[in-house]
């Protein structure tokens, strides 16, 4: 069972002290999934970095390979949906929640002021860490947004099924999605879980919808995910700027 709450999140500076060095035990328990990384890519990060200094984004897209593809297999997507916004995609491809959390402590989240953030992260995390430490390192992410952007509004995506209906790792992102719904608090933290949209009544990746990898969306998947968030970007976008949404 998943506990999540505001006493799960551990402090920025919780690290062991150096000076003791943890059981197996205490090893087996760390949360790896909080504990920043540097980037896989940091010749993209630095590009990322000198962006953000840069300002004039008003849309942040965080995330790992299934958001860094927005500018390969979406890209055309991009184009017909996106294509007048000030979008900066903050992706890299195979990152987890601590490589994410890394680049935002080390200048993806200075210099600029989104309005809104769309983050999804976690499925890379899925071979090493639990399914708790998962939602935790999501949630860490969340604090840390809310610290660089305080003013933002964060569109939270669920994490995107992956492999056969049938595969345990449905199952898993399920669960932890369950528990990132929690973080909606519907004043700055909006969850969206849009995974239904890529699958029939069986559970099955409907036609052309995603690559042979049962990980990564095709264009036509990008489609589908274009038309999930527009109005909802839209939305939060209109109520930064005073508008009520609609």
Do not use: C
Not at 91 to 106: C, D, F, K, Y
């Amino acid at each position: 069972m998943l506990l999540l709450g505001a006493a799960s999140l551990p402090a920025a500076d919780s690290a062991p002290p150096a000076a003791s060095m943890p059981t197996a035990e205490q090893i087996a328990h760390i949360n790896t999934a909080i504990i920043p990384e540097p980037t896989l890519a940091p010749a993209r990060h630095a590009g990322f970095v000198t962006q953000a200094q840069k300002g004039g984004i008003d849309v942040l897209f965080l995330g790992d390979s299934i958001t860094d593809w927005w500018q390969t297999n979406g890209k055309d997507v991009f184009a017909k949906y996106f294509g007048g916004w000030k979008i900066a995609n903050f992706g890299i491809a195979a990152e987890t929640t601590q490589q994410v959390l890394w680049r935002l402590q080390n200048g993806e989240g200075a210099g600029f002021q989104p309005k809104v953030v769309m983050l999804m992260i976690g499925t890379n995390n899925l071979h090493a860490n639990s399914d708790e430490q998962i939602v935790v390192g999501v949630a860490v992410i969340v604090r840390e947004l809310r610290k660089d952007f305080p003013n933002a509004k964060i569109l939270l995506l669920g994490i995107f099924p992956r492999g056969q209906a049938s595969d345990l790792v449905r199952n898993r992102v399920a669960t932890i999605n369950e528990y990132l719904a929690t973080l909606n608090d519907l004043d700055h933290v909006f969850y969206l879980d849009i995974g239904r949209k890529f699958l029939d009544a069986q559970g099955n990746f409907l036609p052309d919808v995603f690559l042979p990898d049962l990980l990564h969306p095709a264009p036509k998947g990008y489609e589908i995910w274009a038309e999930a968030v527009k109005a909802p970007l839209e939305n939060l976008l209109k109520l930064q700027n005073g508008t009520p949404a609609k």
